[in-house]
């Protein structure tokens, strides 16, 4: 007993005594708003301006029992950096003495935590014991009347045993409380839930429908029981159906998901916000959560983890604990290992390897890796088979016909960025399904187009960079009516492009560049670009001793003469097509007599017109183009389009060859950004199609005339959305 005593004191007193300075409130004109500053292709690292602070995303909002508090709001502000947290105002409304303080004093003095307070309306007490006892609008006018930062609208909540007709009418009941529920928010930040059971096509109408209304946050609710029967392949069609079909400018909550083991997974797919009393929960049952799973107090010698809660202490000390102490501990512990893994899902975002780090944790529990496989190899499958059966008994209790969901893994792919820095780590078979490969082969099999007539010759057998290997080779089969590509781990690319990520730096064992060819793929591969019926010589350069001799037995020729020009030449002209978007005819015009500056490497590192004017610059880490001003205004004279009045995006296919996306400013913002400052969200009037995160685009006014050169933060759903934020980073401007 005096253990535990002396451990409650010294943790008490240590938080007590490192006090954090309170937030302040977001500008008057920011209030609501959310805005996107990092991003790896749909999860996105963002700020949440509200009254009491902005909000990092994405993040946890411990769950706050106003009864019974196991860890105090206010250590978790000051010890823990917590900037939100959450709290049931059913609850508070119900109990006088809570109601009492909470309407003279505030829900922050009644918490007596300084940061952001969102509440919930009932919607889960009602799942959980019967109906609720307070009114639509009467609890959001509760909320709005104790001081709530974000308040909760009471939606109707949706289990996994309910029928398709149960759910529909449930779904549009919520949409009906909407409006109500909106209007006596007033200025109060208000949750819009989404509801739709195990059923994706509700999901979808709820989230189109909901976001029709002045909602600060969408919460994905009624995914509790999904989560405790481990149903993670529901979980991750409800998130698809839902995310790809709510306006972008809004953050998505998880409502009741707190277990980290399913943070990568749900933040790879556009999750912002996550809650649960889990961290309490398991605590009190002895249990410890982990990035891979759930561990018993109970069967530990040794820590899994060691977090600062127990650094001192061994799970035999834990398990001497009174019930009470030990609750108190494993909740710190809990809540620590949680907080963890939503810091290394953030790092991950900025890295750019949030797929990579869903991929590690899919392995860990067979439900998650079903979950994963499912959303990345599957895309095309709607509805699992127990669902189907729920679905038939649906329509034959209402007797009618009801479409059926499409899933939208384009909508995943739409966001990605590519090229990238850095290598491309091997994993397996997971590999392939890495949406910014799946983004960098649409953009290289839709915009590159075969240039000769001849066979095609297939290097295979070694990993970059080629040019040292087999470059003299390829100037002379330049020479050739031959169409050259090399054989990567992750497909074939032309060898025009030998240097461009990601083929050109995948980090994996030595076997994966000397397997031999696959001509199956192969030739999937080269149907792809265009290219039927042609003969395949594949060429091994493992080996390079005596190798042009091979070569050109092979091709049973006489070696021709060295063509270094347009080795060159077609090295630029193909990434003008591939990242630049354009037609090889324009390409080819816009480098006519053109010179280049070479590397000690000989690699090319500017680009000069027969002019002498100095237009693209090879970027050498992932073997992208920079584009000079002068260079943008060439590539803005060959625009054979009409000037941007919209931001539908369209079919991905039907904008190849089309240049580098425009985006239109409106008259305010054009001086700052002709000087070099960013476009900021709120002043663009139309985009093409076409724009995608992280890529080139031309910056341009109401009459399209030229503004500046920049790389766009958006798509173009997202450009017509949000109103706070970089839109595009201008990387020069054009006076």
Same mark, same amino acid.
Request: charged share 25%; glycine share 8%.
């Given at each position: 007993?005096?253990?535990?005593?002396?451990?409650?004191?010294?943790?008490?007193?240590?938080?007590?005594?490192?006090?954090?300075?309170?937030?302040?409130?977001?500008?008057?004109?920011?209030?609501?708003?959310?805005?996107?500053?990092?991003?790896?292709?749909?999860?996105?690292?963002?700020?949440?301006?509200?009254?009491?602070?902005?909000?990092?995303?994405?993040?946890?909002?411990?769950?706050?029992?106003?009864?019974?508090?196991?860890?105090?709001?206010?250590?978790?502000?000051?010890?823990?950096?917590?900037?939100?947290?959450?709290?049931?105002?059913?609850?508070?409304?119900?109990?006088?003495?809570?109601?009492?303080?909470?309407?003279?004093?505030?829900?922050?003095?009644?918490?007596?935590?300084?940061?952001?307070?969102?509440?919930?309306?009932?919607?889960?007490?009602?799942?959980?014991?019967?109906?609720?006892?307070?009114?639509?609008?009467?609890?959001?006018?509760?909320?709005?009347?104790?001081?709530?930062?974000?308040?909760?609208?009471?939606?109707?909540?949706?289990?996994?045993?309910?029928?398709?007709?149960?759910?529909?009418?449930?779904?549009?009941?919520?949409?009906?409380?909407?409006?109500?529920?909106?209007?006596?928010?007033?200025?109060?930040?208000?949750?819009?839930?989404?509801?739709?059971?195990?059923?994706?096509?509700?999901?979808?109408?709820?989230?189109?429908?909901?976001?029709?209304?002045?909602?600060?946050?969408?919460?994905?609710?009624?995914?509790?029981?999904?989560?405790?029967?481990?149903?993670?392949?529901?979980?991750?069609?409800?998130?698809?159906?839902?995310?790809?079909?709510?306006?972008?400018?809004?953050?998505?909550?998880?409502?009741?998901?707190?277990?980290?083991?399913?943070?990568?997974?749900?933040?790879?797919?556009?999750?912002?916000?996550?809650?649960s009393a889990a961290y309490v929960l398991f605590a009190r049952d002895g249990r410890l959560l982990t990035p891979w799973g759930t561990e018993r107090i109970s069967e530990l010698e040794e820590w899994p983890i060691i977090m600062p809660a127990i650094a001192n202490l061994t799970p035999a000390d834990v398990r001497k604990m009174n019930k009470e102490d030990r609750t108190i501990l494993l909740s710190r512990f809990n809540l620590e290992v949680t907080l963890q893994e939503l810091s290394r899902c953030r790092q991950a975002v900025r890295d750019g390897t949030i797929w990579r780090l869903a991929e590690r944790r899919s392995h860990q529990h067979p439900a998650l890796r079903e979950a994963f496989l499912w959303l990345t190899t599957n895309p095309s499958k709607a509805i699992l088979e127990p669902l189907i059966l729920d679905e038939i008994s649906a329509s034959k209790e209402t007797g009618e016909e009801k479409g059926r969901w499409e899933e939208n893994w384009d909508w995943i792919v739409s966001a990605q960025q590519t090229p990238r820095n850095?290598?491309?780590? @091997?994993?397996?078979?997971?590999?392939?399904?890495?949406?910014?490969?799946?983004?960098?082969?649409?953009?290289?099999?839709?915009?590159?187009?075969?240039?000769?007539?001849?066979?095609?010759?297939?290097?295979?057998?070694?990993?970059?960079?080629?040019?040292?290997?087999?470059?003299?080779?390829?100037?002379?089969?330049?020479?050739?009516?031959?169409?050259?590509?090399?054989?990567?781990?992750?497909?074939?690319?032309?060898?025009?492009?030998?240097?461009?990520?990601? @083929?050109?730096?995948?980090?994996?064992?030595?076997?994966? @560049?000397?397997?031999?060819?696959?001509?199956?793929?192969?030739?999937?591969?080269?149907?792809?670009?265009?290219?039927?019926?042609?003969?395949?010589?594949?060429?091994?350069?493992?080996?390079?001793?005596?190798?042009?001799?091979?070569?050109?037995?092979?091709?049973?020729?006489?070696?021709?003469?060295?063509?270094?020009?347009?080795?060159?030449?077609?090295?630029?002209?193909?990434?003008?097509?591939?990242?630049?978007?354009?037609?090889?005819?324009?390409?080819?015009?816009?480098?006519?007599?053109?010179?280049?500056?070479?590397?000690?490497?000989?690699?090319?590192?500017?680009?000069?017109?027969?002019?002498?004017?100095?237009?693209?610059?090879?970027?050498?880490?992932?073997?992208?183009?920079?584009?000079?001003?002068?260079?943008?205004?060439?590539?803005?004279?060959?625009?054979?389009?009409?000037?941007?009045?919209?931001?539908?995006?369209?079919?991905?296919?039907?904008?190849?060859?089309?240049?580098?996306?425009?985006?239109?400013?409106?008259?305010?913002?054009?001086?700052?950004?002709?000087?070099?400052?960013?476009?900021?969200?709120?002043?663009?009037?139309?985009?093409?199609? @076409?724009?995608?995160?992280?890529?080139?685009?031309?910056?341009?006014?109401?009459?399209?005339?030229?503004?500046?050169?920049?790389?766009?933060?958006?798509?173009?759903?997202?450009?017509?959305?949000?109103?706070?934020?970089?839109?595009?980073?201008?990387?020069?401007?054009?006076?």
């Amino acid at each position: 007993m005096g253990k535990s005593i002396s451990y409650r004191l010294v943790t008490s007193m240590k938080w007590q005594n490192d006090t954090r300075e309170d937030p302040k409130p977001c500008r008057e004109n920011d209030h609501g708003k959310f805005e996107i500053t990092r991003r790896d292709g749909q999860a996105r690292l963002g700020k949440l301006h509200t009254n009491h602070g902005i909000v990092e995303t994405p993040c946890l909002l411990p769950v706050i029992n106003p009864n019974i508090r196991t860890i105090e709001p206010r250590e978790m502000w000051d010890k823990y950096g917590i900037q939100a947290l959450i709290t049931n105002s059913y609850v508070i409304w119900k109990h006088e003495k809570l109601k009492s303080v909470a309407t003279s004093e505030g829900v922050h003095s009644l918490l007596d935590y300084p940061g952001m307070i969102m509440t919930d309306s009932g919607t889960f007490q009602s799942y959980v014991y019967g109906d609720v006892e307070v009114g639509v609008e009467e609890i959001v006018e509760f909320q709005k009347e104790i001081g709530v930062d974000v308040a909760t609208m009471l939606d109707v909540f949706t289990r996994p045993d309910m029928t398709y007709h149960q759910v529909e009418k449930a779904v549009l009941e919520t949409i009906e409380r909407s409006g109500p529920s909106v209007t006596k928010s007033e200025n109060m930040m208000l949750n819009g839930p989404i509801q739709g059971g195990v059923f994706p096509e509700l999901r979808a109408m709820s989230a189109k429908m909901m976001s029709d209304f002045d909602f600060s946050i969408h919460p994905i609710g009624g995914i509790v029981p999904i989560m405790e029967q481990q149903k993670y392949t529901n979980l991750a069609k409800i998130m698809l159906a839902t995310k790809s079909n709510l306006a972008p400018n809004r953050p998505v909550h998880m409502f009741g998901c707190g277990h980290p083991m399913l943070f990568p997974m749900l933040i790879a797919m556009g999750a912002d916000l996550f809650d649960s009393a889990a961290y309490v929960l398991f605590a009190r049952d002895g249990r410890l959560l982990t990035p891979w799973g759930t561990e018993r107090i109970s069967e530990l010698e040794e820590w899994p983890i060691i977090m600062p809660a127990i650094a001192n202490l061994t799970p035999a000390d834990v398990r001497k604990m009174n019930k009470e102490d030990r609750t108190i501990l494993l909740s710190r512990f809990n809540l620590e290992v949680t907080l963890q893994e939503l810091s290394r899902c953030r790092q991950a975002v900025r890295d750019g390897t949030i797929w990579r780090l869903a991929e590690r944790r899919s392995h860990q529990h067979p439900a998650l890796r079903e979950a994963f496989l499912w959303l990345t190899t599957n895309p095309s499958k709607a509805i699992l088979e127990p669902l189907i059966l729920d679905e038939i008994s649906a329509s034959k209790e209402t007797g009618e016909e009801k479409g059926r969901w499409e899933e939208n893994w384009d909508w995943i792919v739409s966001a990605q960025q590519t090229p990238r820095n850095g290598g491309e780590s @091997w994993g397996g078979n997971d590999t392939f399904n890495r949406p910014h490969l799946e983004m960098a082969k649409r953009n290289l099999h839709s915009r590159w187009k075969p240039q000769n007539n001849g066979d095609v010759i297939i290097f295979h057998g070694a990993s970059a960079p080629w040019r040292e290997k087999i470059g003299d080779l390829v100037e002379r089969i330049y020479s050739l009516d031959y169409e050259l590509f090399i054989q990567t781990p992750i497909g074939i690319i032309p060898y025009g492009l030998e240097d461009l990520n990601p @083929w050109a730096h995948i980090e994996g064992p030595d076997w994966l @560049w000397k397997s031999k060819p696959d001509f199956i793929k192969i030739q999937h591969d080269l149907e792809q670009f265009g290219i039927t019926g042609r003969r395949i010589i594949p060429i091994d350069i493992s080996d390079t001793e005596e190798l042009h001799k091979r070569v050109f037995e092979i091709l049973e020729i006489e070696p021709p003469e060295r063509d270094t020009e347009r080795r060159k030449l077609r090295q630029i002209v193909d990434k003008l097509c591939v990242l630049y978007n354009l037609e090889y005819m324009d390409a080819n015009k816009l480098c006519e007599g053109a010179s280049f500056v070479m590397s000690t490497t000989n690699r090319i590192r500017n680009v000069i017109d027969s002019e002498g004017i100095h237009l693209f610059s090879p970027r050498l880490a992932e073997g992208g183009l920079s584009l000079t001003v002068d260079g943008a205004r060439k590539l803005h004279s060959l625009r054979k389009e009409g000037i941007p009045d919209r931001f539908d995006a369209g079919d991905f296919d039907s904008h190849t060859g089309k240049g580098l996306a425009w985006v239109v400013v409106d008259d305010d913002a054009e001086p700052y950004v002709k000087q070099g400052r960013n476009v900021m969200h709120g002043f663009i009037l139309a985009c093409d199609g @076409w724009a995608r995160p992280d890529e080139t685009v031309l910056v341009v006014n109401k009459a399209g005339e030229l503004l500046a050169i920049g790389r766009s933060q958006s798509t173009p759903s997202e450009f017509a959305t949000f109103s706070k934020g970089i839109a595009v980073k201008v990387r020069e401007g054009c006076p």
